[in-house]
Nanobody, 123 residues
Framework: VQLVESGGGLVQPEGSLRLSCAAS????????VTWFRQFPGKEREGIAS????????YSTPSMKGRFTLSRGNAENSVFLQMHNLGPEDTAKYYC?????????????????WGQGTQVTVSS
């Protein structure tokens, strides 16, 4: 199983980005997928999660206002659309799947991870 994130890069404040999480060796539609981000020196924090039934949960209300999840069935992918980005969103973004139980936004609850994609918000 391999997850590959893409779509990161440099974006200006108040800009938008769409991150992709593409899977191989696993049918992503059958699994929950959760996006996390990690700031330097910090633990990974959850952003949003989509179940196999396409129910979406956000880790905090503030995430719900600016981040949106969707699936790309043909691409075996999950997308994280981010709007109104600020410097505080600068981090490495990861997707994870194969939820093993427990807290959906606990990184320890996932079996498979991608390598991450860097998002830098700066003018």
């Amino acid at each position: 199983v391999q997850l590959v994130e893409s779509g990161g890069g440099l974006v200006q404040p108040e800009g938008s980005l769409r991150l992709s999480c593409a899977a191989s060796g696993l049918k992503l539609n059958d699994y929950s997928v959760t996006w996390f981000r990690q700031f330097p020196g910090k633990e990974r924090e959850g952003i949003a999660s989509i179940t196999s039934d396409n129910a979406i949960t956000y880790s905090t209300p503030s995430m719900k206002g600016r981040f949106t999840l969707s699936r790309g069935n043909a691409e075996n992918s999950v997308f994280l659309q981010m709007h109104n980005l600020g410097p505080e969103d600068t981090a490495k973004y990861y997707c994870a799947t194969h939820f093993t139980g427990g807290d959906r936004f606990d990184p320890r609850s996932y079996l498979y991870w991608g390598q991450g994609t860097q998002v830098t918000v700066s003018s």
